[in-house]
């Protein structure tokens, strides 16, 4: 017997419930934010809108359906399950957050205050779920998959993101490695570092772009369902010992970038999300490619 779908519902804490658990009441957080010419009712009127596209989501849920409600914070801890369905209300930021724990289930992306929100990701209201869930599970419904990214260590850890993988030191210094361009597997140089920025179409309208407009002729970025990659390597500096002939590129189909650490310690993670992280070591190597697992976006 097989299990009903599961509606996942993903949100993050808002800005409301942060200052109160910063500050303990309603008035101790009004008080802070008039010291900062702020006013707390905007801030509660958000929250509240926050709230109120939650139930009206969680009520749209089919009853026979199985249901899930699960923090941003706590991603990293939750199991997805084959026959979920996600659905992700909030910002389009957040869509990005849960795409690199997912393994093709469809995705709905809920807006909960239009205007304000680009609404890239998220681009449905919330009174559309009720036609939205069950469609999701349709062969007829519209679903865009957007390309994702990797990155694969050499004991076998994996990371995926949507929008793009950042590998360099932990605290944003010197990163000092060996990097391998995609395009021939004998061409390797010695560089040092701010880190390495690999990216995808989703992610060419934030960190990415701001990279390639500092480019002479850096690569054409790729739009959302294109499968192709585009890198930059962040301030390489020239020295003796280290290069910056291999500072951009892209990576289509089966290319990968390699990069061997040679610092005590470099990180890579995904779509800004430092507390879930890859650790790499001396010696360690790690390839980033395209992922075989695409983002399904409900349409």
């Not at 990214?149 to 000092?176: C, K, S, W």
């Not at 990069?259 to 360690?284: P, Y």
Request: hydrophobic share 40%; aromatic share 6%; net charge negative.
């Amino acid at each position: 017997m097989s299990l009903a779908p599961r509606a996942v519902l993903v949100h993050r804490t808002s800005e409301y419930e942060e200052l109160l658990t910063r500050h303990g009441t309603h008035g101790q957080a009004a008080f802070f934010l008039s010291s900062r010419g702020r006013d707390i009712r905007e801030v509660a009127e958000r929250h509240r809108r926050v709230l109120r596209a939650l139930a009206d989501v969680s009520a749209a849920v089919p009853s026979q359906w199985r249901q899930a409600r699960i923090e941003r914070a706590d991603l990293d801890r939750f199991l997805f399950a084959p026959e979920d369905v996600v659905v992700v209300v909030g910002q389009d930021g957040l869509v990005a957050n849960a795409a690199k724990y997912l393994a093709g289930q469809p995705v709905i992306g809920i807006d909960t205050e239009p205007g304000r929100n680009p609404g890239v990701l998220v681009r449905h209201r919330p009174d559309a779920a009720a036609a939205l869930l069950p469609a999701a599970l349709s062969r007829d419904r519209a679903v865009e998959e957007l390309t994702m990214v990797e990155a694969v260590t050499d004991d076998d850890q994996r990371l995926l993101a949507l929008n793009e993988i950042y590998l360099g030191d932990p605290g944003h210094q010197t990163a000092r490695y060996r990097i391998a361009s995609a395009g021939s597997a004998t061409e390797v140089e010695a560089q040092a570092s701010s880190g390495v920025l690999i990216g995808t179409g989703t992610g060419a309208t934030g960190w990415l772009r701001s990279l390639w407009l500092q480019r002479e002729s850096p690569p054409a970025l790729p739009s959302r369902a294109d499968p192709r990659l585009v890198w930059f390597v962040r301030e390489a500096w020239p020295s003796p010992v280290t290069g910056t002939s291999l500072v951009d590129g892209e990576l289509c189909g089966s290319q990968r970038l390699r990069i061997t650490v040679e610092s005590d310690r470099l990180v890579a993670f995904g779509d800004g999300m430092e507390g879930d992280t890859l650790e790499l070591t001396w010696g360690q190597s790690v390839s980033v490619g395209v992922a075989d697992t695409a983002l399904r976006l409900v349409g």
